[in-house]
């Protein structure tokens, strides 16, 4: 599976910004996917995921409310909608994928697939 992260870049506080993930290799609807993502300074952490089938999300306490994770099946891709940013949303966001069917897994190492990362800076 490859994972191919966009959408990135410079926003203010208070803004939106969307994120995507093309996926590529096997069957998209084969696997969960997710986000992560690495501010500098700080360890890795879990951001959003979504099931095989899309019936199944859940997302970090720190985005609730904010972000959307979905996914278009017709285009192989999962996109993260983030609103309200804030300066401290700001970091490399990684795209990740599983194969489905185990339940979703909040623990990096618990995806197998990994993009190759986008970087969001929030401007306060």
């Known amino acids: 599976v490859q994972l191919q992260a966009f959408g990135g870049g410079l926003v203010q506080a208070g803004g939106s910004q969307r994120l995507s993930c093309a996926v590529s290799?096997?069957?998209?609807?084969?696997?969960?996917m997710g986000w992560f993502r690495k501010a500098p300074g700080k360890e890795r952490e879990f951001v959003t995921a979504?099931?095989?089938?899309?019936?199944?999300?859940y997302y970090a306490d720190s985005v609730k409310g904010r972000f959307t994770i979905s996914r278009d099946i017709g285009k192989n891709t999962v996109h993260l909608q983030m609103n309200s940013l804030k300066p401290e949303d700001t970091a490399v966001y990684y795209c990740?994928?599983?194969?489905?069917?185990?339940?979703?897994?909040?623990?990096?190492?618990?995806?197998?697939?990994w993009g190759q990362g986008t970087l969001v800076t929030v401007s306060s």
């Open positions: 979504i099931s095989w089938s899309g019936g199944s999300t």
């Open positions: 990740v994928a599983r194969p489905g069917g185990r339940g979703l897994n909040l623990v990096g190492s618990g995806y197998d697939y």
């Open positions: 290799g096997r069957t998209f609807t084969d696997y969960d």
